[in-house]
């Protein structure tokens, strides 16, 4: 199988959208991913296997801080370490553009994304009541500092 990211664009977007319907209770829109693939301050990639495109995340730049904002990988191909190579790619796209920071929030449910997350050195940070709908669910606020990049 052969691996690729890219940045995300306007011709990904109904693959983007349907796997984000599959995948999350609340799901973004098309136009959600939309509006920041256009937005200079974000940076939205997508992975592909074999050409076809299997996942996508993207971070917003907020004065210095890359917010992880959205990452999703279809469900035929979750186990295979893919969102770790996406979300490195994102990370080191977001280090080359001078981010000191990264964070994100994840369901405390969520355990392989809570392990993906801390494998890239994220740490919790806290936690936000409520965070989530349909279920309510607390999230862990994970933030990564990548002068701690790989310890």
Do not use: H
């Amino acid at each position: 199988m052969t691996i690729s990211t890219r940045p995300m664009e306007d011709k990904d977007l109904d693959r983007v959208t349907y796997m984000e319907e599959c995948s999350f209770s609340m799901p973004w829109k098309r136009e959600d991913f939309k509006r920041l693939i256009d937005d200079e301050g974000s940076t939205y990639l997508v992975i592909e296997a074999d050409g076809e495109v299997v996942g996508a995340a993207g971070y917003t730049d907020q004065v210095g801080v890359g917010y992880i904002n959205n990452v999703v990988i279809d469900e035929g191909f979750r186990g295979r370490k893919l969102s770790y190579k996406l979300m490195k790619a994102l990370l080191d796209d977001g280090i080359s553009r001078g981010l000191t920071d990264f964070t994100l929030e994840v369901r405390v449910s969520n355990l392989p994304a809570v392990r993906l997350y801390e494998g890239l050195g994220f740490k919790s940070a806290g936690v936000r009541k409520n965070f989530y709908e349909r279920p309510v669910e607390d999230a862990y606020v994970m933030w990564l500092y990548t002068s701690q990049r790989g310890q």
